[in-house]
């Protein structure tokens, strides 16, 4: 266990359903991340928090909707998804948000029917 | 932007033989080059990683080498294990939180 929780570990939704992703880190790390990884492509940053506030998003759609209530929780608030959005979204934790090294938890495996 | 290129995408050996898998890289201003293992259901974890001012580093059966001049970086995998196959990332960074992924080499080792 590397200290990174996610739930649900696979979610089936349709393009018009509204889900969350939960990630919870018990390391007491202050930078939290999401990262998307299809099949065949690199993994792809989506959002970076440091100590609660955003600071990296890299130009992801709107439909996907980042919170971050404090250090330890992180969600992912999903809504009209396409079917090209399935993948494995990443969670992963650092001490700080530059240079450290990432934990990542289970991900969840998500399809977009 | 950054880009990664990682080869091969896919990596047979028998027990106890040696692997590599290449990196490039296309950014100079990159320093820090982590790689990740990741094992079936689970997410990437860190097994070793390297800094732009060295060259070579090493941990047990795990080294990691840097050409900075040629932009690429490898690892070397000796003696290698079963429980050694995975699925291996490379990445490059030159900021600490972006970080640029391979495509993955998928590893297996053949008892």
């Known amino acids: 266990e590397t200290g990174v929780t996610q739930t649900p570990r696979h979610l089936v939704m349709g393009m018009t359903n509204k889900k969350s992703l939960k990630c919870e880190q018990h390391?007491?790390?202050?930078?939290m991340y999401w990262y998307k990884q299809s099949a065949k492509k690199p993994l792809e940053l989506m959002f970076v928090?440091?100590?609660?506030?955003?600071?990296e998003n890299n130009s992801v759609p709107s439909r996907f909707s980042p919170e971050c209530p404090n250090s330890s929780h992180l969600f992912l608030h999903l809504h009209t998804l396409q079917p090209e959005d399935s993948a494995l979204y990443l969670c992963a934790s650092s001490l700080g948000d530059r240079g450290y090294e990432q934990f990542f938890g289970p991900g969840t495996r998500l399809t977009v029917l | 932007g950054e880009n990664v290129e990682q080869h091969p995408s896919t990596l047979s050996v028998q027990e106890g033989d040696s692997a590599v898998i290449k990196c490039t890289y296309s950014d100079s201003a990159s320093n820090y080059f982590p790689w990740y293992k990741q094992e079936l259901g689970k997410g990437p974890q860190l097994i070793i990683d390297?800094?732009?001012?060295?060259g070579e580093k090493k941990d047990q059966r795990i080294a990691v080498t840097l050409n900075k001049t040629a932009k690429h970086f490898s690892l070397h995998i000796t003696e290698t294990q079963p429980e050694d196959s995975a699925v291996y990332f490379c990445a490059a960074s030159k900021t600490g939180n972006q970080f640029y992924f391979g495509t993955g080499t998928s590893l297996t080792v053949i008892p």
């Open positions: 390391l007491g790390h202050n930078a």
């Open positions: 928090y440091n100590f609660k506030e955003q600071t």
């Open positions: 390297i800094r732009s001012n060295v």
